[in-house]
């Protein structure tokens, strides 16, 4: 899902003329060095779960997935020697192209989402260093997903019909229970008078 919305929005930032790769997370590796300007999409944070809006005997949807996302940005600017406050104004650039594209992605989807608090971070292979060659900036967020009723394969939910038509199972009031069917295999719905006879 993340992959998706991840593809989406680089296209969409790219025809705006950013140039930032969006790569799926989490990095396979621990060092997050600024060689690589880029932007990291991963799922962060945990799920919560909500139960159906409304019941039906075929539902197609059990309830709603709130998924936790962060969105990670690796600035760098393109000015050689450039000063720390140019290489986070960088970053808040991207940082408003990707807000404004993940707004447009899932409002086309039909999925409400949330920003978290978002804010500058060193990343750990680089806290010892003393001049930062670029800036890093994470935002959490938050989205909802369906979660629909359907096959493996992603098709409807089959439905069926039991042959020879409803199966008839009477329970009467003193407890027992008639299974009969008539010659022709139509069930024999049996009725107690109030008097307690079978009619």
Not at 23 to 40: A, F, K, N, Q
Request: with cysteine; glycine share 12%.
């Amino acid at each position: 899902m993340i992959h998706d919305i991840g593809v989406a929005v680089q296209a969409r930032i790219r025809a705006r003329g950013c140039p930032v790769t969006i790569i799926d997370g989490p990095e396979p590796t621990s060092t997050t060095t600024y060689g690589r300007e880029r932007v990291v999409f991963e799922e962060f944070g945990g799920d919560s779960f909500e139960g159906p809006k409304s019941h039906h005997k075929n539902p197609k949807h059990a309830g709603d997935m709130l998924i936790g996302a962060r969105i990670r940005i690796y600035a760098q600017s393109q000015r050689a020697g450039a000063f720390p406050f140019e290489h986070r104004f960088r970053a808040r650039l991207i940082l408003m192209q990707l807000i404004v594209a993940l707004r447009e992605e899932l409002l086309l989807r039909g999925q409400p989402f949330v920003l978290g608090k978002g804010d500058y971070f060193v990343p750990p292979d680089l806290e010892a260093t003393a001049i930062a060659n670029g800036a890093a900036y994470e935002l959490p967020f938050v989205y909802r997903a369906g979660i629909p009723v359907h096959t493996w394969t992603g098709e409807a939910n089959p439905t069926g019909t039991l042959e020879g038509g409803l199966v008839n199972r009477t329970e009467m009031s003193d407890g027992s229970v008639s299974d009969d069917v008539d010659e022709d295999g139509n069930p024999i719905v049996i009725v107690e008078t109030a008097c307690g006879e079978e009619e």
